[in-house]
């Protein structure tokens, strides 16, 4: 398996636009979870799934950000409309629920909001 | 909601030195401990986690003790060397799902 896919890695985009963060976690791994990092906040959960069901959003800051997962292979997170504090890095993540084992992350998309 | 908190923030050791993190948890229902490393510009990566009917465990030069009681969780390094220099997260989770991250620690391993 080639492990948790972000695309795209680096991402510009204007304030007001829309963004949207692609994921595909490891084939057969029923948790995802979306995170933001930023030097000011860490690592913050935004959202996670099991079994493609949004079961915990709290962490996902404003109406303006939203998370789906259409399938078991992929997930997207959009931010509509984009502002310059939305600038940081989003990382995916997969695992596999009910067993204790790790959450593997995908490279991270880099996202700039100028 | 789970809750984890991290100490130090930041840490600075000479080479061969021992460090030592600290976190603290609030869901007592958290079962599964790891421990990420993130190098600069890099996704976070497991190095070792530990699992609630496990008081202690030892990798090499990296252990992790866990005391469920205080629901608090330690990564210890020993011998320390320069490639160890990176961001350290501790974590929290229930059955594989809902992972919380501690805030992080900044290792310098120092020449």
């Known amino acids: 398996d080639a492990g948790v896919i972000q695309s795209p890695r680096h991402e510009v985009t204007e304030m007001g636009q829309e963004v949207t963060l692609r994921c595909k976690p490891i084939?057969?791994?029923?948790?995802l979870f979306w995170y933001r990092q930023t030097m000011m906040r860490g690592l913050e959960l935004l959202i996670y799934?099991?079994?493609?069901?949004?079961?915990?959003d709290s962490g996902m800051p404003e109406d303006r950000f939203s998370a789906k997962m259409p399938n078991a292979s992929f997930s997207t997170l959009k931010i509509q409309p984009s502002e310059p504090r939305d600038s940081a890095v989003y990382f995916c993540?997969?695992?596999?629920?009910?067993?204790?084992?790790?959450?593997?992350f995908g490279q991270g998309t880099r996202l700039t909001v100028v | 909601g789970e809750n984890v908190e991290q100490h130090p923030s930041t840490l600075s050791v000479q080479e061969g030195d021992s460090a030592v993190i600290k976190c603290t948890y609030s869901?007592?229902?958290?079962?599964?401990f790891p421990w990420y490393k993130q190098e600069l510009g890099k996704r976070p990566q497991l190095i070792i986690d530990?699992?609630?009917?496990?008081g202690e465990k030892k990798d090499q030069r990296i252990a992790v003790t866990l005391n469920k009681t205080a629901k608090h969780f330690s990564l210890h390094i020993t011998e320390t060397q320069p490639e160890d220099s990176a961001v350290y997260f501790c974590?929290?989770?229930?059955?594989?799902?809902?992972?919380?991250f501690g805030p992080g620690t900044r290792l310098s391993v120092l020449p």
């Open positions: 993540a997969s695992s596999l629920k009910q067993v204790d084992t790790e959450a593997f």
């Open positions: 974590a929290a989770s229930n059955y594989g799902q809902n992972f919380v």
């Open positions: 530990i699992r609630s009917n496990v």
């Open positions: 084939s057969g791994h029923n948790s």
């Open positions: 869901d007592s229902a958290s079962n599964y």
């Open positions: 799934f099991n079994n493609n069901v949004p079961i915990d």
